[in-house]
């Protein structure tokens, strides 16, 4: 009996499990997180993912903030299945052959999402085209161009393979897979000669996909040469990609060709649709906003509370609106249970001991120049009059460079050569290896969540999402969700002037201190439970909305062709 999935969710990186290192970001744990919902919901998806077998490196600091990297060993046959169907995809005139791995999610209601993870570590192949499912956004632009046919065009052959016959919806999650729109365009034809592509078979495509956008600045997004595609693909692929106009500017850029065979188009957050629409106006574009799956990241804690008020958040997480009634003392008490768990862990790993009593900001992301991890020690002997004079802080950073990124490398070295200064008044930690695991310590455990990125550049960030179903409020720029998000005062607090006026490092380091010196630190330990009411408003109001149970479902309304059985 055929399967019954309706729609193929494609993702470069798909956060799945601690155990799996095989996503680098927000990228790939928006993709997880949207698969776990998908189950909660029981909607009939299918994930598709590369590998990765090296992971997305591990990651090792030293005392100067140097970071050196090296592979993340794992091994997928103890937490994967391995499956039997092969396919095969052609790169290079060579013949690759691809197998899967599968992993099973499974919601609350017992419905179960598969997700497959392709290889190519196959004896079959040549050494080199081993190696293609082993680095994540690693080996430069031939490498990658090369992954995203097995991922676009060996996903597809593999769902057939796996008898998907009736898959109507085709998701991209972001350029990396827009291949599978020509290998879904070779099954139109059906044998025609390439050359006879017409407008309908174009539409026949287009019906099927669904593209989600998360980059906001032309620079972000896969371009390859044209050189290098028909190397790559063949000259009859490439000519197919002439003849449906997919072509520009001597080569193939990667949106592009998602844009021009998709029926629905979304960027990640009402301000990045805008965005969006400016850079690629000949399309429509619209916007679902991101979402966090709110049990992977709600605490122990805070999930035993949210149980005891309003049970039914689990199944429905719009019931998170009336954590407004939770008494404030439980909301205080479960938040330090989760921040003991940190400071315990954050002891266990670096052998620094911080105190539970003290106002502690924490900072997670990948570590990237326009995410200005940096942006809080503009002006050090700021930083040291506040902690001496109104209130101590005490800071947790996390968060990796791409190896490539020297860029990134370098905020990370001026971090801490800022946070050395500091030593003897403010106590730092930056943690190693990112992960899941750190992710649900750190946004539970902190007292505040610092985001710091140059406008327009967030696309929409996930971080503050996960910390406001903590009752973590943010301090963060007016960009991305936090527009959508932020209440002054209610919510959390914006850094900056307002989202319509200029700003520039000085002037967005200055509404940082303003805010922590007059508003924060003073609030937090002069008008604890005026604080705590902030850390219950950002449950009620944000954590009820930013999740990706409501996002799934707006997905479902708005891009999926479903039957309604």
Known sequence: MPNKHKVAYFSMEIALDPAIPTYSGGLGVLAGDMLRSAADLGVPVIGITLLQRKGYFRQHIDGQGIQSEEPEVWIPDEVLVKMEPQVKVMIEGRV??????????????????????????????????????????????????????????????FLRSLGEDQIENFHMN????????????????????????????????????????????????????????????????????????????????????????????????????????????????????????????????LRELFDKHVPEWRHDNLYLRYAIGIPIQEIREAHLLAKRALLEEVKKRTQVQMDETVMTLGFARRASTYKRADLLFFSPERLKYIAQNVGPFQLVFAGKAHPHDEGGKGVI??????????????????????????????????????????????????????????????????DGWWIEGHVEGVTGWAVGHGPGLLEDNYSEAASLYEKLELIILPMFYGRPLSYAKVMRSAIALNGSFFNTQRMVSQYVSNAYSLDKE
């Open 413 to 478: 070295r001026r971090v801490f050569d800022a946070a050395t200064a500091l030593k003897d008044i403010v106590k730092f930690v930056y943690l190693e290896n990112y992960d899941m695991h750190w992710g649900q310590l750190m946004t539970s455990g902190v007292d505040l969540w610092l985001n710091t990125p140059k406008r327009p550049q967030e696309a929409s960030g996930t971080s503050g999402m996960k910390a406001a179903l903590n009752g973590v409020p943010s301090l963060s720029v007016l």
């Open 96 to 157: 690759v052959e691809v197998r899967a791995w599968q992993y099973l999610i499974e919601g609350h209601s017992g419905h179960t999402v598969p997700v497959y993870l392709l290889d190519t570590d196959l004896s079959a192949n040549s050494p080199w085209d081993q190696t293609l499912t082993d680095f994540l956004y690693g080996g430069g632009d031939h490498y990658r161009f090369c992954q995203e046919v097995v991922l676009g065009v060996g996903g597809v052959e």
């Open 174 to 301: 972001e350029g990396h897979s827009a291949l599978l729109s020509l290998a879904l365009l070779e099954h139109v034809l059906e044998g025609r000669d390439l050359n006879s592509v017409t407008e309908q078979d174009v539409d026949a495509v287009r019906r099927k996909c669904i593209f989600t956008t998360h980059t906001p600045v032309p620079a972000g997004h896969d371009q390859f040469p044209q050189e290098m595609v028909v190397k790559v693909l063949g000259e009859k692929r490439e000519s197919l990609l002439q003849a449906t106009h997919c072509c520009s500017n001597g080569g193939v850029n990667m949106t592009y060709l998602a844009l021009r065979f998709s029926h629905y188009i979304n960027g990640v957050a009402m301000q990045h649709g805008e965005v969006s629409r400016d850079m690629f106006p000949r399309y429509p574009i619209s916007a679902i906003t991101n979402g966090v799956h709110a049990v992977t990241w709600t605490s122990p804690a």
